[in-house]
């Protein structure tokens, strides 16, 4: 393999590591699979509604988004719809090359296609939400606008993003509000467009997703198709292939399993899915499959690595409803890691705290001599030495320590009024923290 020269961008004197390379319980999880006890599984479908036919159109020219819906039902299906709100305000802008990245738009994206905006989003296709909200489909939101959250060196060097977080916020606020405004449908899940994660100033889809109160829907296995090939039938045979060899080796390969598809053109204006979705349908319930809404796979695994029927899968479901953060941001709860100080404070202080993380990151204050602004935990755990449920001698807060059992102890009757057994461990697990709070929850 050839040498490959790293571009790495200069690095500015003192700038921390970013944050996002560890691990941090959150009280947005990323959804990407969950650990389900039988075979059953979720089908997502991003950028529409789109009013366009099919392309080819072997469907008489109804919209695609019917088309799916319709190819769904046939097989007992529920999908989960991703969908923008209005692409229209994307301009000037003018068409990038076709089959590339920029195929619909060279400055920003234009759905279903480039100068039909009208033809696309849940504002132009009003009828088409409604179609899909009456066949038991889901809806989830993908940003008003489809602008990224953040600027990306890969791939869109001069793409348009949102400049800050209030712009992230404006616009995810404003399919909030059609959704809710047309359909009273309260939206709970989102994606972010581009799969782009990063907002200026040091904050992430997390930060908005918190604010709005959203999971990040994410997803385990691309159905692909969105990648041009040399023929429609080709680009059909790339969705259902790979998952037919799956199935083969091994016939649980989709449990839990989130599928990601397009509900619009690749960039060769073709729509595989079209076609390819009735394949992936019939191998899926050939297999025993069945395909729900992410929230019902939700309902029955919540969680990445822990079944929902265990004694700590229980525990943990039980705290995320009382409002407690209990999972880390990939939606695990590893219930054999040691719980720290800094996952206490935010598990049980991380929703309440959100607001006051973006306040903290502004104002570049550190909260405690060991914790910086930026720290995810920074706002949790200065709410939980404000509220005495934990200490910070000196002026530190310990984020790595194991809570020990005195500490446990005073956290516990500050915050639950009840206190535990002082027992005579040094160290507890995740999942024996849960079932300890369940368990002085129920005395
Ligand atoms: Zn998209």
Same mark, same amino acid.
């Given at each position: $393999?050839?040498? $490959?020269?790293?571009?790495?961008?200069?690095?500015?004197?003192?700038?921390? @590591?970013?944050?996002?390379?560890?691990?941090?319980?959150?009280?947005?999880?990323?959804?990407?699979?969950?650990?389900?006890?039988?075979?059953?599984?979720?089908?997502?479908?991003?950028?529409?509604? &789109?009013?366009?036919?099919?392309?080819?159109?072997?469907?008489?020219?109804?919209?695609?988004?019917?088309?799916?819906?319709?190819?769904?039902?046939?097989?007992?299906?529920?999908?989960?719809?991703?969908?923008?709100?209005?692409?229209?305000?994307?301009?000037?802008?003018?068409?990038?090359?076709?089959?590339?990245?920029?195929?619909? !738009?060279? *400055?920003?994206?234009? +759905?279903?296609?480039?100068?039909?905006?009208?033809?696309? !989003?849940?504002?132009?296709?009003?009828?088409?939400?409604?179609?899909?909200?009456?066949? !038991?489909?889901?809806?989830?939101?993908?940003?008003?606008?489809?602008?990224?959250?953040?600027?990306?060196?890969?791939?869109?060097?001069?793409?348009?993003?949102?400049?800050?977080?209030?712009?992230?916020?404006?616009?995810?606020?404003?399919?909030?509000?059609?959704?809710?405004?047309?359909?009273?449908?309260?939206?709970?899940?989102?994606?972010?467009?581009? *799969?782009?994660?990063?907002?200026?100033?040091?904050?992430?889809?997390?930060?908005?997703?918190?604010?709005?109160?959203?999971?990040?829907?994410?997803?385990?296995?691309?159905?692909?198709?969105?990648?041009?090939? *040399?023929?429609?039938?080709?680009?059909?045979?790339?969705?259902?292939?790979?998952?037919?060899?799956?199935?083969?080796?091994?016939?649980?390969? +989709?449990?839990?399993?989130?599928?990601? $598809?397009?509900?619009? &053109?690749?960039?060769?204006?073709?729509?595989?899915?079209?076609?390819?979705?009735? @394949?992936?349908?019939?191998?899926?319930?050939?297999?025993?499959?069945?395909?729900?809404?992410?929230?019902?796979?939700?309902?029955?695994?919540?969680?990445?690595?822990?079944?929902?029927?265990?004694?700590?899968?229980?525990?943990?479901?039980?705290?995320?409803?009382? !409002?407690?953060?209990?999972?880390?941001?990939?939606?695990?709860?590893?219930?054999?890691?040691?719980?720290?100080?800094?996952?206490?404070?935010?598990?049980?202080?991380?929703?309440?705290?959100?607001?006051?993380?973006?306040?903290?990151?502004?104002?570049?204050?550190?909260? +405690?001599?060991?914790?910086?602004?930026?720290?995810?935990?920074?706002?949790?755990?200065?709410?939980?030495?404000?509220?005495?449920?934990?200490?910070?001698?000196?002026?530190?807060?310990?984020?790595?320590?194991?809570?020990?059992?005195?500490?446990?102890?005073? +956290?516990?009757?500050?915050?639950?009024?009840?206190?535990?057994?002082?027992?005579?461990?040094?160290?507890?697990?995740?999942?024996?923290?849960?079932?300890?709070?369940?368990?002085?929850?129920?005395?």
């Amino acid at each position: $393999m050839p040498f $490959m020269k790293k571009t790495a961008r200069p690095v500015k004197p003192g700038r921390r @590591r970013k944050q996002q390379e560890a691990l941090w319980i959150s009280p947005v999880r990323r959804i990407e699979r969950v650990a389900a006890a039988g075979r059953i599984c979720a089908i997502t479908f991003e950028d529409g509604p &789109c009013q366009l036919p099919a392309l080819p159109d072997r469907f008489r020219g109804k919209p695609l988004t019917l088309v799916l819906a319709e190819t769904l039902e046939r097989y007992g299906a529920k999908g989960t719809f991703i969908v923008v709100g209005d692409t229209s305000e994307n301009y000037p802008d003018h068409p990038g090359r076709a089959g590339s990245f920029a195929w619909n !738009g060279a *400055g920003w994206d234009h +759905f279903p296609d480039f100068g039909r905006d009208s033809q696309g !989003g849940a504002v132009h296709c009003p009828e088409l939400i409604s179609r899909l909200l009456a066949g !038991g489909h889901e809806i989830a939101s993908h940003g008003y606008a489809h602008i990224p959250f953040g600027w990306t060196p890969v791939l869109y060097g001069v793409r348009h993003c949102q400049p800050d977080l209030e712009s992230v916020m404006t616009d995810l606020r404003r399919l909030h509000k059609v959704m809710e405004d047309g359909w009273r449908y309260p939206l709970r899940l989102s994606r972010p467009p581009r *799969g782009v994660d990063s907002i200026k100033e040091g904050f992430s889809s997390y930060d908005a997703y918190a604010l709005m109160g959203y999971q990040y829907l994410a997803s385990g296995f691309d159905g692909a198709g969105r990648i041009p090939m *040399g023929s429609y039938e080709a680009e059909v045979g790339a969705v259902w292939q790979p998952m037919e060899r799956l199935l083969l080796e091994d016939p649980d390969a +989709f449990r839990g399993q989130i599928i990601l $598809m397009k509900d619009g &053109c690749n960039m060769a204006r073709r729509t595989p899915v079209a076609d390819g979705l009735e @394949r992936q349908l019939r191998l899926l319930s050939d297999h025993g499959y069945r395909v729900v809404t992410v929230s019902e796979l939700l309902e029955q695994a919540p969680f990445r690595d822990v079944p929902a029927d265990s004694g700590h899968g229980r525990a943990a479901r039980r705290l995320l409803g009382l !409002g407690w953060c209990a999972a880390f941001q990939d939606n695990t709860l590893r219930p054999e890691a040691v719980l720290r100080r800094g996952e206490l404070a935010m598990m049980a202080f991380g929703w309440e705290t959100v607001r006051r993380r973006v306040e903290l990151v502004r104002s570049g204050r550190a909260p +405690f001599r060991d914790m910086g602004p930026r720290d995810p935990y920074a706002a949790a755990a200065a709410l939980a030495v404000e509220t005495g449920a934990m200490a910070a001698p000196g002026g530190r807060f310990r984020p790595d320590a194991p809570v020990t059992p005195v500490e446990l102890a005073q +956290f516990c009757s500050t915050r639950l009024g009840r206190t535990p057994p002082l027992g005579g461990w040094e160290k507890i697990s995740h999942g024996e923290f849960f079932l300890l709070i369940v368990g002085l929850l129920d005395e």
